[in-house]
């Protein structure tokens, strides 16, 4: 078996041959950022109109991933750098709330089954029974019509390419006129940012 630091550098190779944009964080491998786009829309299943924004709006964002020391035996510490509005996700960290990678974590994981299956499935199939965001959660359960609204209000105004190095305190910068206000009647005016936290 190899060590965990020559896995940890053939897995992060994988995932830059894989067409992955990988941005280094302070010229470490153990930090770094990946260039995400949403499940495709041929991956869609029918039976699930609601999650569609996701894929429809044709989402990009950008996921800082940590490496722990003991990687793969530790799972990787994944959270979206720019907002989206997900059940599963913390508004304001953009930590991700997945249980193969908090708790069901195994070596025979890697890099390419968190983009390419993990979080690919999280947009896919939110869960609002174990949520990160309750806000979110509480609207998908009351009023999907509502919520698939404030989805593609989202992916309009943070998970475009233009718009990935745009955090919640880089905010003021997005420009939105008046009619693509919030959908439960609150102008982005009404909407005070703090900042984030990195994941």
Known sequence: MSSPSKRRDMDVMKLMMSDYTVEPINDGINEFNVEFHGPKESNVSLAVPWIAPYVLKGGVWKVRVELPDAYPYKSPSIGFVNKIFHPNVD??????????????????????????????????YPNPSDPLNGDAASLMMKDKAQYEQKVKEYCERYAKKEHMDNTLTDDSEVEVSDNEAFSDGRSDSDDEVVGRADP
């Open 91 to 124: 508004e304001l960290s953009g930590s991700v709330c997945l249980d193969v990678i908090n708790q069901s974590w195994s070596p025979m994981f890697d890099l390419l089954n968190v983009f390419e299956v993990f979080l690919p499935q999280l947009l896919l």
